[in-house]
């Protein structure tokens, strides 16, 4: 009995520590993406009617990412306009936003979100889609975060993007 004890006692405490481990992993990919989607805002121009008021984000499906981007909200400003940040339930919410963040393609496919999008001068930034029709997709590398840029779907949101950005990123091209 009281090696059953001890061993439940162990398999507690490890359990503990790798859900702690899994957090700040988690936590620290988070921080790396509020920092990166802050800056892609430095590369890309929104119409001249998107360009006044508060600059809005939106985030479905990352609570982790959205807790960044809400501290980021507070200290920093793009285009010296204020930031807010919104979490989103679903995709019929994502029509005034600047920026939508989704991370689940298998709850929210990119058919759907461009149908709901249309033509609306929104950039959608997804996480690990590997699609060819994304905007800006998260992608990994080994332990690196990268991303990838398909310039055709910013044309067709009346985005411009800069070619620094461009340079960065890994070229893709729509299949369509």
Known sequence: MKNILKISILLFISSIHFATFAQKKEDKSAKIKTVFTYNFTNYITWPTESSSGTFKIGVINNITLFEELKKMEKVKKIANREIEVTHLK?????????????????????NDIYKILGNKPVLLVTDEYNQ?????????????????????????????????????????????
């Open 90 to 110: 679903n995709l019929d919410e994502i029509t005034n936003f600047h920026i939508v963040y989704v991370s689940d393609k298998n709850t929210f496919p990119l």
């Open 132 to 176: 060819n029709e994304v905007m800006i997709d998260f992608r990994k590398k080994g332990k690196e975060q990268k991303f990838a840029l398909n310039e055709e779907e910013f044309k067709n949101r009346n985005l411009q993007v800069d070619p620094i950005l461009s340079n960065l990123a890994i070229p893709i091209k729509s299949d369509k």
